[in-house]
């Protein structure tokens, strides 16, 4: 287990949850000091605490250790979940398309002003 990403999916799912590490520290039996320890990643978490974590906080040890509920894909076929993702894939790349042409017009737009102030330089200088 990674202690870091654990650290982050805990804090994260505390807080969506409306806990505060007092709620936490004290539904665990342990002290605010070692509940921030381990929110911060400093202790290590003993599998025990991860499943009593998981219970406090109302979510899977999954969603603890993982950052996700791998049993939200349950009922879904694979295709269903390769559709749905190639979906966002090409949302995705439409949208990266999009900003490159802005990009592109911002870039011809800056060309033809950088070329207009030369030009009035030029007239300034004579």
């Not at 900003?99 to 911002?106: D, E, F, T």
């Amino acid at each position: 287990m990674d202690n870091f990403s654990i650290k982050d999916n805990i804090r994260k799912i505390r807080k969506e949850r409306q806990l505060t590490q007092e709620d936490i520290a004290h539904r665990l039996g342990i002290s605010v000091t070692a509940y921030r320890d381990l929110e911060k990643g400093a202790t290590n978490i003993v599998n025990g605490n991860v499943i009593r974590l998981a219970e406090l906080l109302e979510t899977s040890t999954e969603e603890i250790v993982l950052g996700y509920r791998p049993v939200q894909m349950q009922g879904k076929r694979l295709e269903e979940i390769k559709e749905e993702y190639n979906g966002r894939v090409a949302d995705l790349e439409r949208e990266v398309e999009y900003l490159r042409k802005l990009v592109k017009s911002h870039e011809e737009t800056i060309a033809t002003k950088n070329q207009l102030i030369n030009m009035l330089e030029k007239r300034l200088e004579k």
